[in-house]
Nanobody, 125 residues
């Protein structure tokens, strides 16, 4: 069992930045991703990273503004979010999968085996 704990959410003004953290036994999984869910909307894929090699993949909506990275020594995955917009307001979730990077459909929430409890990000205009 892999427990994931997100942190780093909060209230920020439009144009600002936040860095989310996802801590857990991420070294025992192959792929870690960030999703978000706004009220009344489906869970949305943001970015994924392969734990061993560090390959990354981004959704078009956040490409160029968000950066996913990992710190192997700390067993932590980060999501650096820049130039935040009010439409980025959502609960942000970390997810991890036992599936290899090559085979996983990274954008599908059902592909992931473990989820954190989420952290709220609110961007004011």
């Amino acid at each position: 069992q892999v427990q994931l704990v997100e942190s780093g959410g909060g209230l920020v003004q439009a144009g600002g930045s936040l860095r989310l953290s996802c801590a857990g036994r991420t070294s025992s999984v192959y792929t870690v991703a960030w999703f978000r869910q706004a009220p009344g909307k489906e869970r949305e894929f943001l970015a994924a990273i392969s734990w061993s090699v560090g390959n990354t993949n981004y959704a078009d909506a956040v490409k160029g503004r968000f950066t996913i990275s990992r710190d192997k020594a700390k067993n932590t995955v980060y999501l650096q979010m820049n130039t935040l917009k009010p439409e980025d307001t959502a609960i942000y979730y970390c997810a991890a999968a036992n599936k290899l990077w090559t085979y996983i459909r990274r954008w599908l929430a059902d592909e992931y085996d473990y989820w954190g409890q989420g952290t709220q990000v609110t961007v004011s205009s």
